[in-house]
């Protein structure tokens, strides 16, 4: 029998605390689509994405009534385009003619992203695929709601360093052809070290080749539900700080469980999995750095956010695996700097440098995300950039990425702006000294040892 | 057979419960279980409610509800059982 005391905490963690779902992400494949003549794959692409994911929309704000529950965001990704358009594009431009494409489809559907203008290139890359790549800011600069994600390393394959050097580049490019809209094309676009075949987070989500036909993955969200239970135990020692983490963590993914069964036996699509990640948003107390700061520390930055911060992300994935059939994504806590206030907050009080950024990446999902650097930043600078995340991600055996934004015009200290979820952000400094000759090399990093660990 | 959760949260006034069950009563709504309480002057009352027999889509519901909690400054919510037996059961 349910008891009022359940549904009184159900209800403040909604109202309150900003508990919601923050994506149903459907994931569809276009391998049917792919096709010798440009205009057919671009016909086939949009009738396949609008047909299956017309309902999407609908669906979802059925359930968000039914339950009482946000369902902030409704998304589709889609199979790397630079396999769909292989046989087709021959140029760089026809790889656009599908990022148009993409963009009419998500907008006939109304969902507010779409992702999947993909390269998988963790070991070589195909002419095809270094053509998408090559595309990128054209295709980011004229359309609104198409996200890009190139995968550039991965544990089984080392790190692709001709794919890292043009990626360093191709930011550099897409922040220059959005540059009239605080570089926004490179809040879009992803560059990823093993990266999972089925995120439902933008902009990194794609719908991978050992996916089914179409699915539907969800993505939970909480960090203020987690940050009002640790109020509560203020002090106590780290056993029942991890336990109560646990329990939040098992609450916030058992909605998303219950959206994701009610998602796929309305839309006739079968569920993937849950993504348990603690996504932050702008708003006040949506924070996963007031978390950290709730754990025990002055700032985020602070000696000690990374051990605070490998705590919280472990115990939310213990957590929620039991309350998800099925768990995949990038699971872990999101720690992007624009999207958060507290890490924002930190940012601006000088606690929290890029270095100090890049050590929390190694404890948790997902990598440098939505960072704001100077406008001057060299291609070879962010390659390094990249590349260092990567070998994160290589050794550790685990998702990194890389989501920067080299404000255009602006230095160490401005501010640039996104709106909405993806909010604001200050522009922080790199350090200054050259990686040139070492991203210049050419070819690849071999693939890691997986004994003598240390 | 799935039940709703109706939960009323604001300011006492007269005529909270009147106003919320004639509502339901005209749309063949059954109350199974009521429990309400006043805690500092703010009402707080928790409805199990039978919906099965309401010709009017759920999302109606929701939303007349809401509108019946904004004329008397009430907050009223309808949902789903589910959500919280998904939340607080194993």
Same mark, same amino acid.
């Given at each position: 029998m349910i008891n009022r005391f359940e549904v009184d905490e159900t209800n403040k963690m909604i109202e309150q605390e900003k508990l919601d779902v923050r994506t149903v992400t459907m994931g569809i494949s276009?391998? +049917?689509?792919?096709? /010798?003549?440009l205009d057919k794959v671009n016909e086939k692409v949009y009738k396949k994405i609008t047909s299956y994911a017309k309902d999407l929309v609908d669906v979802g704000h059925e359930i968000e009534v039914k339950y009482?529950? &946000?369902?902030v965001n409704k998304r589709i990704s889609v199979t790397p385009i630079a396999l769909v358009g292989s046989a087709a594009c021959k140029t760089a431009e026809d790889f656009v003619t599908l990022a148009r494409t993409l963009d009419l489809a998500a907008k006939e559907v109304k969902v507010n992203f779409i992702g999947g203008y993909t390269a998988l290139v963790s070991k070589g890359m195909t002419q095809a695929e270094e053509l998408l790549i090559r595309s990128i800011p054209q295709a980011l600069a004229c359309t609104d709601r198409v996200c890009s994600s190139v995968n550039v390393g991965s544990t089984k394959t080392g790190i692709n360093m001709d794919a890292v050097k043009l990626m360093g580049e191709v930011i550099r490019e897409t922040a220059l052809a959005t540059r009239e809209r605080d570089s926004l094309g490179c809040a879009k676009l992803v560059v990823f070290c093993n990266?999972? +075949? +089925?995120?439902?987070?933008?902009?990194?989500a794609f719908h991978g080749?050992? $996916?089914?036909d179409a699915i539907i993955n969800v993505g939970v969200s909480g960090p203020g539900v987690v940050k009002t239970a640790l109020e509560e135990v203020r002090g106590q020692n780290f056993e029942v700080l991890c336990e109560t983490i646990k329990k939040t963590a098992f609450k916030v993914t058992r909605v998303g469980q219950l959206v994701a069964q009610e998602a796929s036996q309305r839309l006739g699509v079968p569920f993937g999995i849950v993504d348990l990640s603690l996504a932050p948003t702008p708003a006040v107390g949506d924070s996963v750095a007031e978390i950290l700061e709730e754990i025990g520390? $002055? /700032?985020?930055?602070? &000696?000690?956010t990374t051990a605070a911060l490998a705590l919280l992300n472990d115990q939310v994935k213990k957590g929620g695996v039991m309350a998800s059939s099925y768990v995949g994504g990038l699971s872990g806590a999101f720690i992007p700097v624009s999207e958060d206030q507290g890490m924002i907050d930190a940012v601006n009080r000088g606690a929290l440098s890029i270095e100090k950024l890049e050590a929390m990446t190694c404890v948790c999902s997902v990598g440098l995300d939505m960072i704001a650097i100077p406008g001057d930043t060299t291609p070879d600078t962010l390659s390094g950039i990249i590349a260092d995340e990567a070998a994160i991600g290589m050794i550790n055996q685990k998702t990194t990425a890389v989501r920067l934004? &080299?404000?255009?015009?602006k230095k160490a200290g401005d501010t640039v702006e996104f709106g909405g979820l993806l909010g604001y952000a200050p522009v922080m400094p790199v350090n200054p000294y050259s990686c040139a000759k070492f991203v210049s090399r050419g070819g690849r990093i071999p693939a890691p040892i997986h004994s003598f660990k240390n | 057979m799935k039940k709703t959760i109706i939960t009323v949260v604001g300011r006492d006034t007269v005529g909270i419960i009147a106003k919320v069950c004639t509502y339901l009563a005209n749309n063949r709504i059954n109350i199974e279980d009521i429990s309400q309480t006043i805690l500092q002057g703010y009402f707080n009352m928790m409805m199990i409610v039978d919906a099965s027999q309401s010709a009017k889509p759920f999302g109606d519901v929701v939303e007349e509800l809401d509108q019946i909690g904004e004329e008397i400054g009430v907050k009223i919510r309808c949902q789903h059982e589910d959500i919280f037996n998904k939340m607080h059961r194993i």
């Open positions: 276009l391998l +049917d689509c792919i096709d /010798s003549q009482g529950i &946000p369902i990266a999972p +075949d +089925d995120n439902p987070f933008m902009a990194g080749v050992t $996916e089914a520390l $002055e /700032s985020v930055g602070a &000696p000690g934004i &080299p404000a255009i015009g | -």
